[in-house]
């Protein structure tokens, strides 16, 4: 009933790291599925002596089987595990010294939008550019200095690539870090921080859990000092995930490669059938080679992942007529489940953007977001079209 050593597990394939690692057998009972550790507290022998447990806000054996095995899969030396993925956010910002410029990506999630532009805005100075545009990044990384560049992608809701390499070497030059939020693709698809970036968010919400019953966030890095900010912040704070919650992360993720394999597989589908469809205007996914940058995904992911947007002929009417006649595809927010999901991001994920900003980004009412989930691809395009004929 050994447990890997370090070196053993660093050397194993992703598709056995997600199922093993972290995944050793209770050493007490011999159990092959981890044990919730379901307890607010860890008593101890004397005070002070304790297992290395003491209250669950800080540390508690199921959530670090989830740490283990999230540093892992991204390749770092530690990872932290929050309660949500904005709240892992919150703790990077507050781990920064007050008054940090901070440079972050023009389309980002709305609720990570509002969290900068409500309650970080007064920290912390926060420009949003578009990172995809290295020429004029570069400029302002080396004019402004950032502490951190806070890059998402491909971005929620537009899909557009930031080159990770060229972002970390720049920052690198500037001392600044480099932060990616990698919840579109995951680790199976990109692993931000061998491409040099310094720390990886998650909303495991999404694809890591991938069955739509948990909220849960992720931060991973291998700067130990930075590390130890964020867990002092979370042990101080509060936002800590709890066990039950952790378990059934480290449950979804044992099948997450082959969900990742057969959400992208449906995903490519349905995107060129949607760029072949007259009621379709525009279709964004980073897997076409319409995407503009295509060639930036195909360097840096091993794979094109689930999420699709696209424009349809019309304006608001035309949308709310086809999101109300879909029924395999639900309409709601969130993404990354089993389940197909669709949305209308200027009403739904991103209505805190304000609307001059959304339509500057593109987020326009006939713009239309997909979380394609695992479903038999024939039954997913029959409950598009069926929707689609609903629209004149
Ligand atoms: O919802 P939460 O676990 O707090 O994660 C926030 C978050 C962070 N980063 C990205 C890229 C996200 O997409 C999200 C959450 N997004 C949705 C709920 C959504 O429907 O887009």
Redesign the pocket.
């Known amino acids: 009933m050994g447990k890997l050593t370090k070196k053993e597990a660093q050397a194993l394939d992703f598709n056995t790291k997600v199922i093993h690692i972290g995944g050793h057998p209770d050493s007490e009972t011999g159990a092959i599925m981890p044990p919730i550790y379901q307890t607010s507290t860890f008593v101890q022998k004397s005070p002070g002596e304790h297992s290395g447990y003491e209250y669950t806000r800080s540390h508690n054996p199921t959530r670090t089987r989830l740490e283990e095995c999230l540093a892992s899969l991204e390749n770092a030396q530690h990872a932290l595990v929050t309660a949500?993925?904005?709240?892992a956010?919150m703790l990077v910002m507050h781990a920064l010294p007050e008054n940090s410029v901070i440079l972050c990506g023009d389309d980002?999630?709305g609720?990570?939008y509002r969290l900068f532009t409500t309650v970080f805005h007064e920290r912390h100075q926060i420009h949003f550019v578009d990172t995809t545009d290295l020429k004029s990044l570069e400029r302002k990384v080396s004019e402004l200095k950032p502490a951190l560049i806070w890059l998402?992608t491909p971005t929620?809701p537009m899909l557009k690539v930031t080159d990770i390499a060229a972002v970390a070497k720049m920052a690198k030059k500037a001392k600044s870090m480099t932060l990616v939020?990698n919840?579109?693709m995951s680790p199976y698809f990109q692993r931000p921080i061998d491409l040099g970036a310094d720390m990886v968010?998650h909303?495991?919400?999404?694809y890591l859990n991938g069955h739509s019953d948990v909220?849960?966030?992720a931060l991973m890095l291998n700067n130990k000092k930075f590390y130890d900010k964020l867990w002092t912040l979370q042990n101080s704070i509060g936002p800590s995930q709890s066990p039950f919650d952790s378990w059934l992360v480290l449950r979804g993720l044992k099948t997450l490669a082959i969900r990742m394999q057969a959400h992208e597989k449906n995903a490519i589908k349905l995107a060129k059938w949607l760029e072949a469809h007259p009621k379709v205007d525009k279709v964004i996914y980073p897997g076409l080679k319409s995407h503009p940058q295509h060639k930036i995904a195909k360097k840096q992911m091993s794979g094109f992942g689930g999420m699709i947007t696209f424009f349809l002929k019309g304006g608001l009417k035309e949308s709310k007529k086809f999101l109300s006649n879909v029924t395999l595809f639900s309409l709601a927010?969130?993404?990354g489940g089993v389940e197909s999901l669709i949305?209308h991001p200027a009403i739904m994920?991103h209505a805190s953007v304000p609307k001059q900003t959304r339509e500057e980004l593109g987020i326009h009412d006939n713009l239309i977001r997909l979380s394609v989930g695992i479903e038999n691809y024939d039954d997913l395009v029959a409950d598009l079209e069926k929707a689609f004929k609903k629209i004149r």
């Open positions: 949500s993925g904005l709240s956010a980002v999630y609720g990570t998402e929620n939020d919840t579109f968010l909303s495991m919400t999404k909220v849960g966030g927010e969130s993404l949305e994920t």
